[in-house]
C-alpha cells in the first residue's frame, strides 16, 4: 500500500489551499483515512479523519470551522479543504490510512503513512 500526497505550496495567511491523497495497492472504502501535520520542531498532529466514506469527518479544534475533508467515492482518495490558513498552520501534511473504521488521534494508531506534502503559509 502506498499514500501519495500532493498539492502542498505557498499560501498567503488568509488564503485557501486543497492537498490532496491517493492510495495504490488497495483501497480504503469502509476503513479509515486522514491526515497529520508536523511543524518545524513540534510532534505530529493529527488534523482530522473520516472513519470510511459514508462518515463523517472528525478535526482537531485547532482547524475545525477552516479546514474540511472529503473522500472520493472509490475510497482510495481523502482531500483536505483548507481555508483562512494562518501562519501556524506551515507543516508537513501526511496521509494516512488504517485498517479499521477509527480515526485516531496518537500516530502510533495508524497503519499506513504517505510521504507528506509541505504547506507554508506566509506573506
Known amino acids: 500500500v502506498q499514500l501519495q500526497a500532493s498539492g502542498g505550496g505557498l499560501v498567503q495567511p488568509g488564503g485557501s489551499l486543497t492537498i490532496s491523497c491517493a492510495s495504490s495497492g488497495r483501497t480504503f472504502r469502509t476503513k479509515a483515512m486522514g491526515w497529520f501535520r508536523q511543524a518545524p520542531g513540534k510532534e505530529r498532529e493529527f488534523v482530522g479523519g473520516i472513519g470510511s466514506i459514508s462518515r463523517s469527518a472528525v478535526y482537531a479544534d485547532s482547524v475545525k470551522g477552516r479546514f474540511t475533508m472529503s473522500r472520493g467515492s472509490a475510497g482510495n482518495t481523502v482531500n483536505l479543504q483548507m481555508s483562512s490558513l494562518k501562519p501556524e498552520d506551515t507543516a508537513v501534511y501526511y496521509c494516512?490510512?488504517?485498517?479499521?473504521?477509527?480515526?485516531?488521534?496518537?500516530?502510533?494508531?495508524?497503519?499506513?503513512w504517505g510521504q507528506g506534502t509541505l504547506v507554508t503559509v506566509s506573506s
Open positions: 494516512v490510512a488504517d485498517e479499521s473504521s477509527l480515526t485516531p488521534t496518537y500516530p502510533l494508531a495508524w497503519d499506513y
